[in-house]
């Protein structure tokens, strides 16, 4: 069964710490995508990967970046969590070409207190 | 850059009734997919369409994409309370092979 899997469900973190969100999929799909999902805000794009190193930022990057070392795995990292980046983030995967949809990871729901 | 308006935002129903939710732009997208989130869980692809006019049946859920391929619909047939969550469409192509154009989303309530 083909998934996306998200390190963690529920993070609780303190203002200003550094955080690190993994996300790993297993369908050898060149592009994967990290979004937030707040009420009311939809799916907003934080940033997306194209191929391995390859980074492109997405609607709102700001606060935030990424790292693809491997082609399977991307990573979200606040450097310096806070109280307005408390939402769920939402990691998905995609094939080449504009028809093909996204696989979505379970979420990680980040309260940053 | 591209929108996607989806109607209604709420939609609160009771078990059997039949609705349709839409999903509009002034934009013309190369595929049109409708995704189903359930609280606390990531959305999961119900459907891909890629041609202006098509239908796709999923058991009781009807989609069509628009013959212009700028907006599409999702209708429910005997709605049962597992139906219940935010549906989401997403639109691709429109200059990038990478990134889907997302509505806010409808959250349907079936009751029982």
């Known amino acids: 069964d083909v998934k996306v899997t998200q390190s963690s469900r529920y993070l609780v973190k303190r203002t200003g710490e550094k955080v690190f969100l993994e996300c790993v999929q297993d369908m050898d799909h060149e592009n994967m995508f990290w979004y937030r999902q707040d009420p009311g805000l939809g799916l907003r794009l934080i940033y997306f990967?194209?191929?391995?190193?390859?980074?492109e930022k997405g609607d709102i990057p700001e606060g935030y970046s990424v790292s693809r070392e491997k082609k399977e795995r991307f990573s979200l990292i606040l450097e310096s969590a806070s109280t307005n980046q408390t939402s769920m983030y939402l990691c998905a995967s995609k094939r080449g070409g504009s028809w093909y949809g996204y696989t979505f990871g379970s979420g990680t729901r980040l309260t940053v207190v | 850059t591209q929108l996607l308006e989806q109607s209604p935002q709420f939609l609160s129903i009771q078990e059997g009734e039949n609705l349709t939710v839409y999903c509009n732009s002034s934009s013309v997208f190369s595929s049109l997919q409708w995704y189903r989130q359930e609280p606390g869980e990531g959305p999961v692809l119900l459907v891909t369409v890629v041609t202006g006019g098509e239908v796709k049946k999923l058991k009781r859920l009807t989609f069509q994409f628009g013959d212009a391929r700028k907006d599409s619909s999702l209708h429910i047939t005997a709605a049962q309370t597992g139906d219940t969550g935010l549906y989401l469409c997403a639109g691709g192509g429109g200059g990038s092979n990478y990134k889907l154009t997302f509505g806010k989303g409808t959250l349907l309530t079936v009751n029982p």
């Open positions: 990967s194209y191929d391995v190193k390859m980074k």
